[in-house]
């Protein structure tokens, strides 16, 4: 069982001109994905948000060097609205939970 995992962040908004020293295309809102696929069978499961950033400070990273080592590193701490039990792990954790669920229906009807 090959299991992949894999983010992405698009679209970002950006607040075009700030007037902050002279900083441009700020990025204030991150739209994020990950999905978990199995490669053995073809399950997946994914999910999706958007994450609001704060005004950012002082380690400010110009538009066309963010990476998505940067987006998740903004992303996964709003994960959840502050519960601790709600972080990177526990999200994968759900998805392979789901993939699961495909393959195995928790619920099945029988026609009689």
């Keep these: 069982m090959a299991i992949e995992t894999k983010w992405t962040f698009d679209p970002l908004d950006v607040i075009a001109e700030s ?4 900083r441009e295309d700020i990025i204030n809102v991150v739209h994020w994905r990950v999905t ?3 490669d053995s069978d073809g399950f ?3 999910r ?4 609001v950033l704060d005004k ?4 400010f990273i110009d538009f ?3 990476s998505g080592d ?3 590193g903004w992303v996964l701490p709003t994960m959840g609205d502050g519960n601790a039990d709600v972080n990177e792990a526990s999200v994968m954790a759900l998805l392979a939970d789901e993939i ?6 928790p619920n099945q009807k029988h026609l009689t």
Excluded: L
Aim: proline fraction near 7%; charged fraction near 35%.
């Design 100 to 105: 699961e669920a495909q393959r195995n229906p």
């Design 70 to 72: 940067d987006c998740k």
């Design 48 to 51: 999706y948000g958007s994450t």
């Design 36 to 38: 978990m696929t199995d």
């Design 64 to 66: 066309d060097d963010v």
């Design 19 to 22: 007037g902050d020293a002279g």
């Design 44 to 46: 997946f499961a994914t």
């Design 56 to 59: 950012p400070d002082s380690d």
